[in-house]
């Protein structure tokens, strides 16, 4: 049994935190550690499921004689870190919006787009969470069917934005201000239907990440699909409503049987028991949950579903280590 020697960046953090839960969970015959977080927490030590580990702080060539180094520290760590990381010899993991969208690299959902992912120079990204569930169920129905447009509308949970956001809810919710929050309004008892910048078409960042990450790893430059993010005061686990159009006529069962089949996708679909995903019974899980299957019939092909996935594990931290499995598993 091959050992594989890892780092994590922003290990302290919610999606680094749960990186090293996953791999335990999964049992990744992982050897060394090398947790990094911020300066002001090196020399910490993170105790997570029963195993510590020594938080370290980034310098130069902390990467060398690693494998896999999974990044979830942000942005401006990412551009400044991963490609040191990668010219180590590290095959750098990074669940940033850095490099998403940089034609030479690949953005990954094992599920979807697997043989892309060796086709990197060093560096994979690890897509956007809510893009993440998205394709996992469009993917095996645009296989069959041959999707024409997609109308996404999100419930974006406040972990989404990190601790600051489950801190700001659970703030609010005890009538305290929260002086740190990441939402431009109260989140606590509402619904914000604005996640990242606006831009002068008026979408938000959130919003275009969306399609252009669908695009792409999808690999339809032409997908006509557009989407609304709103953030909900859930703390866990994003819902998608999802209309889609088709080339091909479509059935509700024949709907229901390839998802039911596909891989990371579970199937909760029987409104007359009350079964449908929610965000609270996908929490801790891995899969992507799909339901409220049904026809519209105001376009020709269309069906209207419900998708709902916990954006900490499949939507970050669960993908980037699936994304290593595979990788080593290879061609």
Not at 19 to 33: M, S, T
Request: glycine share 6%; aromatic share 6%.
């Amino acid at each position: 049994m091959r050992l594989h020697d890892i780092a994590v960046v922003g290990a302290s953090g919610l999606v680094g935190r749960k990186i090293l839960e996953v791999i335990q969970e999964r049992h990744f015959e992982v050897g060394k550690v090398v947790a990094i977080a911020s300066d002001a927490n090196a020399g910490k030590v993170l105790n997570i499921k029963g195993k510590t580990f020594k938080l370290h702080k980034l310098e130069p060539h902390i990467f060398k004689n690693l494998e896999f180094a999974f990044f979830s520290a942000g942005g401006s760590v990412s551009r400044a870190w991963a490609p040191k990381a990668a010219a180590d010899g590290a095959i750098v993991i990074d669940n940033s919006s850095e490099f998403r969208m940089q034609e030479d690299v690949p953005l990954i959902v094992p599920e979807v787009n697997r043989q892309d992912m060796f086709k990197n120079k060093g560096i994979i990204a690890n897509p956007n969470c809510s893009t993440i569930q998205l394709v996992t169920v469009l993917k095996p129905l645009d296989n069959v069917f041959k999707i024409k447009r997609v109308v996404v509308s999100t419930y974006q949970s406040v972990s989404g934005a990190g601790n600051k956001g489950i801190t700001a809810l659970e703030s609010e919710l005890r009538n305290l201000e929260s002086s740190s929050s990441p939402f431009p309004h109260r989140i606590a008892y509402n619904a914000i239907p604005h996640i990242d910048v606006f831009f002068d078409d008026n979408y938000t960042r959130e919003e275009l990440k969306m399609i252009n990450e669908t695009r792409k790893i999808m690999d339809k430059k032409d997908l006509a699909i557009t989407a609304t993010c709103v953030r909900i005061p859930t703390l866990t686990g994003h819902g998608e409503s999802v209309n889609i159009e088709f080339d091909k006529r479509v059935n509700v069962d024949e709907v229901r049987e390839i998802l039911s089949n596909s891989k990371g996708v579970t199937v909760t679909d029987d409104p007359s028991q009350n079964l449908y995903p929610m965000p609270i019974t996908s929490a801790e899980k891995d899969d992507v949950f799909v339901g409220r299957i049904r026809i519209d019939s105001t376009v020709k092909n269309g069906i209207n579903l419900w998708i709902v996935s916990d954006n900490a594990r499949k939507g970050a931290a669960t993908n980037a280590v699936q994304i290593a499995e595979e990788y080593i598993k290879g061609k």
